[in-house]
């Protein structure tokens, strides 16, 4: 059975960059795309981005210009940094394994971690 | 970007009911769409896969429906423990977007 696990700072400053990583158990991070979604506090889910092993990644246009994603094979995890964050980068942020190489969603999800922006 | 309208936002039901979940989709999606249920504190469950098919492991009293641009999540013979937040997912083009959610109570 594959489980994720969100871990990282629970409070981020403003203008600062927010550093998530997911750790991978029950598979291997060198299959499938990895992605991170995300939701604010009464608010719809918004997918982030998603990185496969060769280095191939997938943003949403709203962020893209903010979001780096990097692959930790030797310790199973993924990772997640969001730059010159606001308030409204405060959200529960999930990581989540895309079904496959190519584009069928997801299968697993984290329980996923709360961030919030504040000074 | 592909929008998906999800309904109701809210919907309480008994036990034994039918239920119904709606996701519209703003632009035709062939049948790309996901559904997930997820309690709070725990990580969303994969329930419905390509709109129509049962993932593996997951009750029979969960269908989806539809092709296109409508969708349907149906559970029958509701259950207490299918009281959850359900949402769909378009993964036809990207990027991935959500429909924003059913909170369902069972009474």
């Known amino acids: 059975q594959v489980q994720l696990q969100e871990s990282g700072p629970g409070l981020v400053k403003p203008s600062e960059t927010l550093s998530l990583t997911c750790s991978v158990s029950?598979?291997?991070?060198?299959?499938?795309?990895w992605s991170w979604i995300r939701q604010p506090a009464g608010k719809g889910l918004e997918w982030i981005g998603r990185?496969?092993?060769?280095?191939?990644?997938n943003y949403n246009p709203s962020l893209k210009s903010r979001v780096t994603m990097s692959l930790d094979t030797s310790k199973n995890q993924f990772s997640l940094r969001l730059s010159s964050v606001t308030a409204a980068d405060t959200a529960v942020y999930y990581c989540?394994?895309?079904?496959?190489?190519?584009?069928?969603?997801?299968?697993?999800w984290g329980q996923g971690i709360l961030v919030t922006v504040s000074s | 970007e592909t929008t998906l309208t999800q309904s109701p936002a809210f919907m309480s039901a008994t036990p034994g009911d039918k239920v119904n979940i709606s996701c519209k989709a703003s632009?035709?999606?062939?049948?790309?769409v996901n559904w997930y249920q997820q309690k709070p504190g725990e990580a969303a469950i994969f329930i419905i896969q390509?709109?129509?098919t049962l993932v593996p492991g997951i009750s029979p009293r969960f269908s989806g429906s539809g092709y296109g641009t409508d969708f349907t999540l149906t559970i029958n013979s509701l259950e207490s423990e299918d009281a959850a937040f359900y949402f769909c997912?378009?993964?036809?083009?990207?990027?991935?977007?959500f429909g924003q959610g059913t909170k369902l109570e069972v009474k």
């Open positions: 390509e709109a129509t």
């Open positions: 997912l378009q993964h036809d083009n990207f990027p991935y977007t």
């Open positions: 029950g598979g291997s991070i060198s299959s499938h795309y």
């Open positions: 990185m496969y092993i060769s280095g191939s990644t």
């Open positions: 989540a394994r895309d079904r496959s190489s190519e584009s069928y969603g997801f299968d697993y």
């Open positions: 632009q035709d999606i062939d049948d790309d």
